[in-house]
């Protein structure tokens, strides 16, 4: 398992680089898609890095022109980062990333096959939430203490 892991995330990892993205980069923008405007700080908090580490991560983002800094309508001294138009167009194309990667990965398996192994991971994610060290904790504080896997929020759907 661990193995697959290293393999998929070298596999992601050479497809933002060619990108001129890194993983923290690319959870921001996957983030900003989902939740629209946010603050610098709101940002920091969600994807788990510090509020200066945030503004050199945006000023990349911003450089690209991946996002775009707009002011609060209600409050003037809050910034809100929103995508752009290229940031909406590399959402796409980290998608299509995301795609060719689950083709790769389950290239030869059928149909039955596919929906056997999201069961199984579904009881293996139960298992674990199961278990003492997840004992009342829900899953929205989970992800806030680990922080999401690359590219995803908790709302995203995924397991």
């Keep these: 398992m661990l193995t697959l892991m290293h393999l ?4 992601t990892v050479k497809r933002l680089e060619d990108m001129e993205l890194n993983p923290s980069q690319a959870g921001i923008l ?3 898609n ?3 405007r946010l603050s610098q700080r709101q940002l920091a908090q969600k994807i788990g890095i510090t509020p200066p580490s945030m503004t050199v991560t945006l000023r990349k983002l911003e450089e690209h ?3 775009r800094k707009e002011p609060d309508e ?6 809100r980062i929103c995508l752009s138009e290229a940031g909406k167009e590399c959402i796409e194309k980290l998608k299509a990333i995301m795609e060719e990667m689950e083709k790769i990965l389950f290239r030869g398996f059928s149909v039955e096959e596919r929906l056997l192994f999201r069961r199984l ?3 293996m994610r139960e298992n674990l939430l199961d ?3 997840f004992k009342g904790m829900d ?3 989970i992800i806030e203490k680990t922080g999401p896997p690359m590219g995803m929020t908790s709302n995203s759907g995924h397991f």
Excluded at 8 to 11: F, T
Excluded at 74 to 79: A, G, L, P
Aim: hydrophobic share 40%; proline share 0%; glycine share 8%.
């Design 65 to 67: 022109g991946l996002i």
């Design 30 to 32: 996957f983030i900003l």
């Design 121 to 123: 991971l579904l009881a």
């Design 139 to 141: 899953f929205k504080t």
């Design 8 to 11: 998929s995330r070298y596999h």
């Design 131 to 133: 278990s003492k060290d």
């Design 34 to 36: 989902s939740q629209g």
């Design 74 to 79: 209600k409050d003037q001294r809050v910034i």
